[in-house]
T-cell receptor, first 117, second 114 residues
Framework: GAVVSQHPSWVICKSGTSVKIECRSL??????MFWYRQFPKQSLMLMAT?????????EQGVEKDKFLINHASLTLSTLTVTSAHPEDSSFYIC?????????????FGPGTRLLVL | GNSVTQMEGPVTLSEEAFLTINCTYTATGYPSLFWYVQYPGEGLQLLLKATKADDKGSNKGFEATYRKETTSFHLEKGSVQVSDSAVYFC?????????????FGTGTRLQVTL
């Protein structure tokens, strides 16, 4: 079964609105969570890395005021796309890393497809 | 910087055919190499990995050998099944520990038909 869940799986919104995407590790504590975005026919691009209780570290070129990341607990991270515009339309994927069954491993969520009209 | 190049898909094969998906990389230092698979509607799953030159990763009949001399990590399977239809991502990391970051290829869609 799924180890990391994302909600919603897809969302359509109007330009200028904010969208929140949740990422949950279901049966382990994620000390680190990663957020990626993927454009059609392109690779997954890392947006930011977050550790529980601390501020996220953003990759170069990613606007931290645009993509707000909150890693409030060891099982939940949220990505908020603020004032979304059509160019933000993409596939957003989270990944959670932590100790599961005595081994540190990284698991990926199924992704959230965002369409901004 | 690090980068991963994969063959463009989609790759369409008949069941029981031999599969090769090419992957080459550029990296600073000595990377660990991975293949991830994404089945429809699911998250990426680690398929296999290799952490040093000449290592062979294997899982579910898939294999890939870390070739430092050709900077390659090609994925192979001797006889594919319909259930292998998915998107396959080659990836690498040169970091270790919780700070490690994966660099992905663009993914190759495999479609296996009866």
């Amino acid at each position: 079964g799924a180890v990391v869940s994302q909600h919603p799986s897809w969302v359509i919104c109007k330009s200028g609105t904010s969208v929140k995407i949740e990422c949950r590790s279901l049966d382990f504590q994620a000390t680190t969570m990663f957020w990626y975005r993927q454009f059609p026919k392109q690779s997954l691009m890392l947006m930011a890395t977050s550790n529980e209780g601390s501020k996220a570290t953003y990759e170069q070129g990613v606007e931290k005021d645009k993509f707000l990341i909150n890693h409030a607990s060891l099982t939940l991270s949220t990505l908020t796309v603020t004032s979304a515009h059509p160019e933000d339309s993409s596939f957003y994927i989270c990944s959670a890393r932590g100790d599961r069954g005595g081994q540190e491993t990284q698991y990926f969520g199924p992704g959230t497809r965002l369409l901004v009209l | 910087g690090n980068s991963v190049t994969q063959m463009e898909g989609p790759v369409t094969l008949s069941e029981e055919a031999f599969l090769t998906i090419n992957c080459t990389y550029t990296a600073t230092g000595y990377p660990s190499l991975f293949w991830y698979v994404q089945y429809p509607g699911e998250g990426l799953q680690l398929l296999l990995k290799a952490t040093k030159a000449d290592d062979k990763g294997s899982n579910k009949g898939f294999e890939a050998t870390y070739r430092k001399e050709t900077t390659s990590f090609h994925l192979e399977k001797g006889s594919v099944q319909v259930s292998d239809s998915a998107v396959y991502f080659c990836a690498l990391t040169t970091n270790t520990g919780t700070a490690s970051k994966l660099t992905f290829g663009t993914g190759t869609r495999l479609q296996v038909t009866l």
